[in-house]
Structures are given as structure tokens and as C-alpha cells.
């Protein structure tokens, strides 16, 4: 019984896994070509915050069913070359959902458990609309 339960729980998370894409200029291509809005997480090697913010809040199923609707990309602030391409960040994790052209609707600094970033992104539909 313990293996069909443990079964099912790994079977459901990669059910409703976010499709991370690993490269900015790539994210942006697919978010003009897809007419989608991108969200882009800017995290630390060693940030445990980071890990928690992906662990708790992004992995939530009703987080990545909203998710959907960008292209979600993941970078390293560690690396100089896109951070280059992006605002100024202040700390990790930050998030940025913008437009395809690099407009920045929103900017999020910091940890938001999974009922504070559901908000967020109610804040950011609006000002989409």
C-alpha cells in the first residue's frame, strides 16, 4: 500500500510540474512567439529561499495551473552575462513577469508563501488587462 501511495504522490508531481526553460533569450522567443507574458526567477546558488520558494509556493498545483499561462524562466544571479539583460536585482529570490519585449509588469522581492504569490498574481492579471 505504502509503494502505490508513494507511486501516486511522484506520479502527480510531475503531472503538474512547471516547465522550466533554462535560457532568458529562449523564454522571450517563446512568450512572442506563444503570445504569452514571461516570469523569471532570479535565484541564488546557495539561497535557501529560493529553494523554498520553488520547493513550497511554485510547486503548489494551484500555482503551476496559473503558471501556465507564461513562459517561466530560471536564472542564476551568479551569472554576469544575463544578469546583464535584466533590472537591477536587489536579492534572491526576485521575480520579474514581464512582456516579451522586456517590459517590466511586475517585480516581486523575496519569499511569498503560496496565498501572498497567488495574490501577486491576481495584481499582475490586472494590470495586464
Partial sequence: MKK???ALCMLSGTLFAVDWVKDL??????????????????EGEFCRWCKKMKG???SDER???RLEQYVVVKV????ASIMAKLPPVEGVPTIFFMKPN????QEVL???DVT??????????KRLK
Fill in 56 to 58: 513550497r509556493t511554485l
Fill in 76 to 79: 542564476m544571479r551568479e551569472d
Fill in 25 to 42: 533569450d529562449t523564454a522571450l522567443a517563446t512568450a512572442q512567439k506563444e503570445h504569452k507574458n514571461v516570469m523569471v526567477m532570479v
Fill in 63 to 65: 500555482i503551476e495551473k
Fill in 102 to 105: 522586456k517590459a517590466v509588469i
Fill in 110 to 112: 523575496g519569499y511569498e
Fill in 116 to 125: 501572498d504569490f497567488n495574490a501577486t498574481l491576481n495584481d499582475v492579471e
Fill in 4 to 6: 502505490v501511495v508513494l
